[in-house]
């Protein structure tokens, strides 16, 4: 897997969408990420839910977005396919994790049974953990009903964006590890 380096131009990994069913490990790989780019970290999930579990209008939802991309550096974390064209008009990198569905399940309720009745800093506030059988369902279907949609706004993306697609937790590790050797290399 080639990492996408700096060339000069300043436009390498400046503006990173993370997306990948619920479970995947989208926000603890953004903020490594961060850790590792210094770019400012927004979760999509603190952004759009509103206390007791309430979502945002989808106009909302835009307009937040909407002005994230405006910056010059971020990392926005989250899937929230109806929106992802928002972010990829403004991205240079695409962070995809499309991992088995037992894996995700397996994490989501890790997640759950770990946090339960807090809420997780990359939640939004009054947003406590819970299970929801719904949300269960929504993992279980993600590969028939929500990859196939999110592989078609890839295919369409703006030529030049860099789309790093993970098909197992250990690509996503290895690609950190690269990354933080090189920050390491260029700092010394």
Same mark, same amino acid.
């Given at each position: ?7 000069? %131009? ?9 997306? !990948? ?5 989208? &926000?603890?790989? %953004? #903020? ?5 780019? !210094?770019?400012?970290?927004?979760? $999509?999930? @603190? $952004?759009?839910?509103?206390? *007791? ?11 937040? /977005? ?5 910056d010059e550096k971020?990392?926005? *974390?989250?899937?929230? /396919?109806r929106s992802l ?16 569905? &037992? ?10 049974? $770990?946090?339960? @009745?807090?809420?997780?800093? *990359?939640?939004?506030? !009054? ?19 929500? #990859?196939?949609?999110?592989?078609? =706004?890839? *295919?369409?993306?703006?030529? !030049?964006?860099?789309? /790093? ?7 996503? #590790?290895?690609? =950190?590890r690269a990354l933080?050797? /090189? ?6």
């Amino acid at each position: 897997m080639a990492i996408m380096k700096d060339s000069g %131009s300043g436009k390498a990994m400046k503006r990173i969408v993370v997306i !990948g069913c619920s479970g995947s490990g989208k &926000s603890t790989f %953004s #903020r490594k990420l961060k850790q590792v780019t !210094g770019n400012p970290l927004h979760h $999509l999930d @603190k $952004l759009y839910w509103l206390p *007791d579990w309430n979502l945002r209008a989808a106009e909302e939802q835009d307009r937040i /977005q909407k002005e994230r991309i405006k910056d010059e550096k971020w990392i926005i *974390d989250g899937n929230y /396919q109806r929106s992802l064209p928002i972010r990829l008009e403004r991205a240079d990198t695409v962070f995809f994790f499309d991992y088995p569905r &037992s894996l995700c399940l397996y994490r989501a309720l890790k997640r759950i049974v $770990l946090n339960r @009745k807090r809420t997780r800093p *990359d939640m939004g506030e !009054g947003c406590p953990e819970r299970f929801d059988w719904e949300f269960m369902k929504f993992i279980w279907n993600f590969n028939k009903n929500n #990859r196939p949609g999110l592989i078609a =706004l890839l *295919d369409q993306a703006p030529a !030049g964006i860099e789309i /790093q697609h993970f098909r197992k937790p250990r690509e996503a #590790r290895d690609y =950190l590890r690269a990354l933080e050797e /090189q920050k390491e290399e260029e700092v010394a």
